[in-house]
């Protein structure tokens, strides 16, 4: 599967929506298989993130009618569609009789029993989120609007009621969950064995670990606290490889790209079936670009995800670049010509200052980096290339 994120930080400005349904046949000739779409619901913010009553439909993005019919023409073109869930936060509605933002409207009525007990700024009733995080909660909480205590029994159901009904009325085919780390993965799973989704994605962002400004080679912590919420989920779900984003910001030390036991280092060194690999999104690029992948290494970035394991998501501003939309073209192309997938076996043959070279599957050779490398050509064939990067099929 390759997913490709609809959306960026400006798309509420535009009908996105009708937007999405005139692409709907581009993106299947691209070769993507899945789209992300933003959230969805009546929210504060324009672009979705503090949500307000879920069962308002009507967003930024267009209305509730054109988001069923956005979904269904996307899956008239063979594209799955998954849906931008918020489910850390939520905003409320009314004040409660002291003037705190914690009552909440719409069909979800809920009160301040709703909110974490710890919560600074809204004066939760619930259950202290550290108490059932399971892991130090500094950073975990979002600090503008109220913590959602998913222990609550009353919101697990109205939650996992919420979830089925999207899949049904909706259409929705899976999930992008915003912001998990502020949530235990048990939770997650108790969401996905409701809504039986076909794909899940969280977002467990944290920084990676530095030394006066460089970014360590030794990442293990990093990745293993995202492995660690995939297993508190069982299983029921996949999580950005923000590892090994991190890791490829720092070009031309291509030798970050291969750990200590001679693997990518990664999440999908590890876990690669459940690694969703991506260079940028809303957040990190687009107009917020919290974390902007450099530009010129793109190409580059795109090759080592398409030609590796794990589920490669592609931004929607990196697809409005033709010279980088007709190289990501190609490398969907051959990704599927060589039948790689999330599971493939990575040999990395080279992992120096200014080259990476790998060999994926037997069947593929890769290189990045402005260094020389190549391959036997009496057993490998030139198949494809761009500014600083190669790859071969087996003759």
């Avoid at 000739?29 to 879920?54: A, E, H, K, N, R």
């Avoid at 023409?73 to 002291?98: I, P």
């Avoid at 467990?204 to 660690?228: K, M, V």
Wanted: proline share 4%.
């Amino acid at each position: 599967m390759w997913r490709a994120q609809g959306f960026n930080w400006e798309s509420h400005n535009h009908s996105w929506y009708q937007r999405l349904m005139g692409q709907a046949n581009w993106f299947a000739s691209l070769g993507i298989t899945c789209v992300w779409l933003p959230p969805f619901t009546d929210s504060v913010s324009p672009q979705g993130y503090m949500p307000l009553d879920l069962y308002n439909l009507n967003s930024r993005y267009g209305s509730e009618d054109e988001l069923r019919r956005c979904v269904a023409k996307l899956q008239a073109a063979g594209l799955k569609v998954l849906g931008d869930c918020v489910l850390n936060h939520r905003c409320a509605s009314h004040q409660d009789s002291a003037g705190v933002w914690n009552q909440f409207g719409g069909r979800l009525d809920w009160c301040s029993r709703a909110i974490v007990g710890d919560d600074r700024n809204f004066n939760g009733r619930g259950q202290p989120l550290i108490q059932h995080l399971g892991y130090d909660i500094s950073g975990s909480r979002f600090d503008a609007a109220p913590n959602i205590d998913h222990s609550q029994p009353f919101v697990k159901r109205d939650l996992s009621e919420w979830m089925q009904w999207l899949r049904e009325y909706v259409g929705f085919d899976g999930w992008r969950l915003d912001f998990v780390r502020g949530f235990h993965g048990s939770h997650v799973r108790d969401y996905m064995l409701a809504s039986s989704p076909t794909f899940v994605v969280g977002e467990f962002w944290d920084s990676l670990a530095y030394n006066g400004g460089i970014p360590e080679h030794n990442q293990d912590r990093h990745r293993q606290q995202i492995i660690d919420w995939i297993n508190a989920a069982e299983g029921t779900g996949t999580a950005f490889d923000v590892t090994t984003k991190g890791i490829m910001h720092a070009r031309c030390e291509y030798w970050r790209l291969r750990d200590s036991s001679g693997k990518p280092p990664g999440v999908m060194g590890w876990w690669p079936s459940r690694a969703v690999t991506f260079l940028e999104n809303h957040d990190t690029g687009s107009t917020q670009g919290h974390w902007r992948f450099p530009s010129q290494g793109l190409e580059q970035g795109y090759c080592y995800l398409l030609t590796h394991p794990g589920t490669p998501c592609i931004f929607y501003d990196h697809l409005e670049d033709p010279q980088l939309a007709n190289a990501i073209q190609r490398l969907i192309a051959l990704r599927l010509r060589a039948g790689i997938h999330c599971r493939s076996q990575v040999t990395i043959v080279r992992a120096e200052s200014d080259v990476y070279a790998a060999e994926i599957d037997e069947s593929v050779v890769m290189k990045i980096g402005a260094g020389v490398y190549a391959p036997d050509d009496s057993k490998w064939v030139q198949a494809e290339a761009g500014h600083c990067w190669t790859v071969w099929y087996r003759r």
